[in-house]
Structures are given as C-alpha cells and as structure tokens.
C-alpha cells in the first residue's frame, strides 16, 4: 500500500471520530443550554410565587379589625378564597395560634414549631410543616410575616415548577452561601456542589441570592433530546469524513506526485536539490583536469532520477531557475575545493530553450554565473548536439556567454547529424563522444571501432578537445587513447561523487 493511501485511510476514521465528537458536544451543549434555560424558567416562578405569597402576607397585615373578631375570621376566609395557593391562614401571638381561617377562635392556643428558616423582614417559612387533616397527618408548607401565618395547599408549589422532562429543587441560600432544602427532589441538590453534571442545571435569584433551583433532565429525556442531533452528527460526520479523505487524498496525491516534489523543491525547497561531481580525467596522465557538474534530487519522501525531474522542470518553464540553482550550490562546494593549483573546469549541462536570443539578458544578469566566473575554475556549458539549432538564436547567445569567459562544449556527440561545417561555425571549444561510440569500441571488428577515428578526426579538423564519455574498464581507456581522444570520464576512473570526496580524487589523481 502506498503512503499516501494508508495515510488516507488513516485519515478518514479520525476525521470521522473528531466530527462526531464535535456533534456529541454540540448536543451535550444543546442539553446543557435546555436545562439552564429550564432552571431560570423555575427561578422566575419560584420569585413570583413568593413575590405572590408575599403580597397576601402584607395585606393580611393591613386588616384593622380586632385580631380573631367574627369579622377578622371572616376577612381571613375572604383571602383564602381570592387565593389559588393558599389553604388556610393562621392569627398567632409569638408561637401561638390564636385563630385560623378554617378553624376560627381556637378554644385551645396551637403551637408552632420553630421555622425552617428566616428571611428577609422576619419572613418566616415552614417547608414540612405537620397538620392532622380528617385524622391524617400532612405536611404542608406556611410562611409568616408579623402574626400572620398562610399554609399552602401540600404539594401546590411543587407543581407550579413540576416538568416531565426534569427532576428540580428549590433551596434557600445563607449569607455564607450554605443552602437549605425546601422544595423538590433533595438528590437534585448535589448539583449545587458540581461544577458539571450532565442535563444539569442551576439558576439563582439577583444579588444578595436568596433561594436557587436546581434541575437534571431525566436520561430518557436527554437521549431523545439528543437523538436526532447525534444521528444527523453521525451521517454528517461520514459525510465530512469521506470530503477529508477525498481531499487528503488530492493534497497528498500532489505532494507524492512526480510534479508536485519538483514543484515544492524549486518553490519552497531548494535543498532538495543537490550536486555530484563525476571527474574527467587526462588519459594521458591520469590527472583530474575537470568535472562535470550532474543534478540530484532527494526530498523527505525519497529520491528522484534525473530522467523523471529534468523533464518535469522543463514542463513546469522553469530551466533557468533550476540551473541557476544547481550552478549556485555547486560554485559554493567547489570554492572549498583544493585543485592542486591546476587548470580545472567544471563544466555545466545547459538547457537549449534557455540558450534562444531574447535569453540574452537575463543570462547576462545572472548571479550564480558571475559568481562561477569569478571562481578559481573554468565554466564550461554543455549543449547537446541534438539540440544545435541556428535558426533559435542559439549562436548568438553562445557567443555572447563565450565574451564573458565561458567555454562551450557539445554534448553526446554523435546522436545527431552535425557535420564538419556546423561544428566549426559553432565555435565550440569541446566535443564530448556520446557513450555508445565508446562501449565495445576496442574491438577493432566492431562498427564503434571504424566510426570512433573519424569522429576524431572531424573533431581535429574543427579544432575541438575531446572528451570521451562512458568509459568503464581500462581496455576502453587505452583504446580512445590510442585513437586521439585527450580526456576520459567514466564509472572506470570514478563514479559521480561529493565535492569532498572530488577534492580527496584529484590529490590523489
């Protein structure tokens, strides 16, 4: 499986897990934002209803007939009717009742229990109240304000804050932020000690707070609340997952792609580039005399030949750019180089789209040409024979590089159809001998061995230096000697190396 591919699939899952994830958290959200909304829902009715309640208890206040008269008995009883929560109300003196509502004047004083809890103007409340009702024991509600004591009908509050959806409690807070328990469901009230309980809830009254609610939505409710969210989560999610792979897999197809290493390697990461230097060497003495400068290509995926990324530069119209690159990390390598105080060349592959007329000045600005002709070597440009052509320009351009001090060289000669004429208005100073005239040439029965003196002999004639290329055993480099040939380069005297290992070869060579 390619990289690129399981890197997809690999993809593809946690796309899926982080998009579910991210839904799973807007529908814990959506529960989240239900209940607060719920609580501050029941913390308006719960104020109201004690604003209500209130208002009952201060107007009870207000009665001027004399306390548990057969006409304060009878106002009671007005008020209880008018109201929907209240079930009875009690006159007491300190912890006594004195008459009630629905008793009227009490032969006997009842005794209140002490209250609950106390607030704000003395306001006193009672949350489990014990009264006998038709020989039953209930728990009833009461609050009292002055010597006014109205108990609630039992259950009555819990039901204007009742929800099918959620559990609640309502409780008193101190002035040290403890809490009492008044209404509801008490195992609510852990909520208040969390901060984050799922389907949870808590809304308390304005500073000073003086009573919160708490809620929790009940599982089955939260999961058909989330339901809907989480199933359109979860085919979105695929969804989503399936676009990232899609584009993970076009992002990483144009990194791993042919085109796309190129591309980021002239753009973005030129190191990926990098030179090697193949001797070439005097036959006659075995003395290195030059190099030829060869590109590599090695990025974090892996390594390019020259036979793939040449083309894709070409394609891409990006020649110049690439040679000037190359020519740049070479001059600086060479510049280190120790040659032995010998006259060295180092001889550069050209591009002939870059050799046309109106390529003149741009050839004529560049930095990393100054900069190798500055060098302590020669710089030699090498142009395929094959792509010789006059009618391009090239001449022109070749003599304007040849003024700056650049010597010329053809390449694999001997692939095309130069003939003596063209090699000598060329104006080249050396001719290299394509590889395939050299291979088997030392066979004096070979077609190689006839045609290799001619091509030397057309080389003397147009006053070229040769160079034969390929050599790879000693018979073939004692052979092109032995015919003309002044200069050898091959896997025989050394394969394409680093600069440092160039300097080590020429010390030694």
């Not at 009883?77 to 006594?96: C, M, P, T």
């Not at 030129?270 to 400068?293: A, D, R």
């Not at 030699?380 to 700056?404: A, C, N, P, Q």
């Amino acid at each position: 499986m390619k990289p690129n591919i399981l890197t997809t699939w690999v993809i593809a899952p946690l796309l899926f897990v982080i998009f579910f994830v991210v839904f799973i958290l807007i529908a814990v959200f959506d529960v989240q934002r239900d209940a607060e909304k719920t609580a501050e829902q029941m913390m308006q009715q719960t104020g109201e209803y004690l604003q209500s309640t209130m208002m009952v208890l201060q107007k009870l206040n207000t009665i001027a007939d004399a306390p548990c008269s057969d006409s304060f008995i009878e106002r009671l009883r007005v008020e209880v009717f008018k109201s929907d929560s209240v079930r009875d109300i009690a006159y007491v003196d300190g912890n006594r009742v004195l008459c009630s509502a629905g008793s009227g004047f009490l032969k006997s004083d009842g005794l209140l229990d002490k209250e609950d809890l106390q607030g704000a103007m003395e306001r006193k409340f009672w949350f489990n109240m014990q009264l006998m009702q038709a020989g039953v024991r209930v728990s009833v509600t009461a609050q009292q304000l002055g010597n006014y004591v109205i108990v609630e009908y039992p259950g009555h509050f819990q039901s204007t804050i009742a929800s099918s959806a959620y559990d609640s409690a309502v409780v008193a807070v101190f002035p040290d932020s403890s809490y009492y328990f008044a209404y509801g469901n008490k195992d609510i009230t852990r909520i208040l000690q969390r901060p984050f309980v799922l389907g949870g809830g808590v809304a308390c009254s304005d500073e000073p707070r003086t009573y919160c609610v708490a809620v929790e939505m009940h599982d089955a409710e939260m999961l058909a609340s989330a339901l809907p969210l989480l199933t359109l989560g979860l085919v979105l999610s695929f969804l989503l997952a399936l676009l990232g792979k899609s584009l993970a897999d076009q992002m990483l197809s144009k990194r791993y792609s042919l085109q796309g290493r190129v591309r980021r390697a002239l753009e973005k990461e030129p190191q990926n580039f990098y030179c090697v230097f193949q001797p070439i060497v005097e036959l006659s003495t075995s003395k290195t005399m030059g190099c030829e400068v060869l590109a590599r290509f090695q990025d974090d995926i892996g390594g390019l030949s020259p036979i793939d990324f040449i083309p894709v530069v070409q394609q891409m119209r990006q020649t110049w750019k690439f040679t000037e690159l190359i020519m740049a990390r070479a001059v600086e390598e060479l510049n280190r180089c120790d040659f032995q105080g010998r006259a060295f060349y180092a001889s550069f592959n050209v591009f002939p789209e870059d050799l046309s007329k109106d390529r003149a000045e741009i050839i004529s600005t560049s930095k990393p040409l100054a900069a190798a002709l500055n060098s302590p070597f020669d710089v030699v440009i090498e142009i395929l024979e094959t792509s010789i052509d006059y009618g391009s320009g090239m001449h022109e351009s070749l003599e304007f590089l040849r003024k700056m001090g650049v010597r010329i060289a053809i390449d694999d000669f001997g692939t095309g159809h130069s003939n003596l004429n063209m090699l000598i208005n060329f104006e080249a100073d050396l001719l290299k001998i394509d590889r395939s005239f050299v291979d088997g040439s030392e066979d004096p029965e070979s077609v190689r061995a006839k045609i290799l003196p001619i091509m030397v002999e057309i080389a003397d004639t147009a006053g070229l230096k040769k160079v034969a290329e390929g050599i790879e055993t000693q018979e073939q480099a004692d052979h092109v000697l032995k015919v003309g040939v002044e200069l050898g380069q091959g896997y025989f005297f050394s394969r394409p190396v680093s600069a440092e290992v160039l300097t080590n070869y020429v010390q030694n060579h």
